[in-house]
């Protein structure tokens, strides 16, 4: 997606440490803030806080126009006049520089994803300082036991040329935007498309925006969703199938030699998982499992299924970068096999998946033949009227 987006996608308490490389160290603490306009003209208020502890300093971000709480910093370098500020767990980076070593002013420009925005920061005072909003509070979960159903579902034809696709819960709805047949059966049933037999032609082709609200209140699980997805297929599509086993050709997520290089995440296990694209080649996980990586893997980047043997079934938080080859991300290319979007910042150089997963995650992507299932469609029509 072109337009920038500021995905508060977990809370965190652990503040992380900034790498100290100048005399300017001690006057960078305090507390900025300035305006971010984005693209689509909306007008954002930032808060950067940093404080240092002994011979360490701690940032936290804000964005006090979107709901969510304060977001840790990653290592914040300070050079000279310039600092940079990553901000991983939204794949975003501040980078400005000050007008002098006592300046209350930086000058610089927010990028995330393909985007970059100018963005110039200002020290606040105690009388300056924006308020920062309470955090809203957690989310009422679903019953653990509770077998969810759709109390009432739209599903409507999306909107011509919507890039990528969403499987998403705001408030008391789950929602699908630009999703296929094709890719709510990959969600609901663990699927890749090459494991989806007898589908019609439109089955891929013809994208839905799904809206619908579940008879049972709280917000679902992974495993609710998966649920709520099967009877809407079963209902409004009249889904028909039986299961079979197929030898295919697939890749294999295991543990490298090396060890996992995984992060463990600190949210709320019970809480749902952020996966997301940040542009062809930039994965960002967020309180995922590695099967949930995998499912996201095979439904939008790689052209056979993924199958996790990691033996790992922790949640973890981690960032993925990768150039991709011409068999990558087939649903960006049109049907004409086209070129990929350009990639976001700081993906250019970046090695194959096959290197980075090593590199970067300690673990094994390999491509195999091995028996796997698959889903043998019966019936199925169009969806029914709201």
Not at 113 to 135: D, R, V
Not at 176 to 199: C, E, F, R, W
Not at 272 to 284: A, D, E, I, S, T
Request: proline share 10%.
């Amino acid at each position: 997606m072109k337009k920038l987006i500021l995905l508060i996608l977990v809370c965190t308490t652990l503040l992380c440490g900034i790498v100290l490389r100048a005399q300017n160290a001690d006057n960078i603490t305090g507390t900025w803030q300035g305006t971010l306009k984005t693209p689509n003209g909306q007008q954002l208020r930032i808060v950067l806080k940093i404080a240092k502890t002994n011979a360490n300093l701690t940032g936290m971000f804000y964005s006090i126009d979107q709901p969510g709480p304060g977001i840790a910093t990653g290592p914040i370098t300070v050079q000279g006049l310039n600092v940079k500020v990553p901000v991983p767990a939204i794949g975003g980076t501040y980078e400005g520089k000050l007008a002098n070593s006592e300046s209350d002013t930086i000058t610089g420009s927010w990028t995330q994803g393909p985007g970059t925005n100018p963005l110039n920061l200002t020290k606040a005072t105690p009388e300056t300082a924006w308020a920062i909003p309470e955090p809203p509070p957690p989310p009422v979960r679903m019953a653990a036991n509770a077998n969810p159903a759709f109390d009432a579902a739209t599903i409507k034809p999306s909107k011509p040329g919507t890039p990528g696709k969403l499987f998403t819960v705001r408030g008391v709805n789950v929602m699908t935007v630009n999703t296929s047949l094709s890719d709510i059966l990959g969600m609901a049933y663990d699927l890749h498309p090459k494991q989806i037999v007898n589908a019609p032609e439109w089955a891929e082709s013809d994208k839905y925006d799904v809206t619908g609200k579940p008879d049972v209140p709280g917000q679902p699980s992974v495993a609710q969703l998966k649920i709520l997805m099967q009877k809407l297929v079963a209902d409004r599509f009249q889904l028909k199938f039986h299961r079979d086993k197929r030898d295919l050709s697939a890749y294999v997520i295991t543990v490298a030699k090396t060890g996992s290089k995984l992060t463990p995440s600190a949210a709320d296990p019970n809480s749902l998982p952020g996966l997301f694209f940040q542009g062809p080649g930039r994965f960002r996980a967020t309180n995922a499992t590695l099967a949930e990586f995998a499912q996201v893997m095979q439904g939008t980047a790689l052209d056979r299924p993924v199958v996790d043997q990691s033996a790992l079934t922790g949640r973890y938080d981690f960032t993925l970068n990768w150039t991709p080859d011409e068999f990558q991300f087939p649903g960006l290319r049109g049907p004409n096999g086209g070129a990929l979007p350009p990639p976001p910042p700081g993906t250019t150089e970046a090695p194959d998946l096959f290197t980075a997963i090593q590199q970067q995650l300690g673990l094994k992507l390999d491509s195999t033949k091995t028996p796997v299932d698959v889903m043998v469609i019966d019936h199925v029509e169009k969806p029914s009227e709201n």
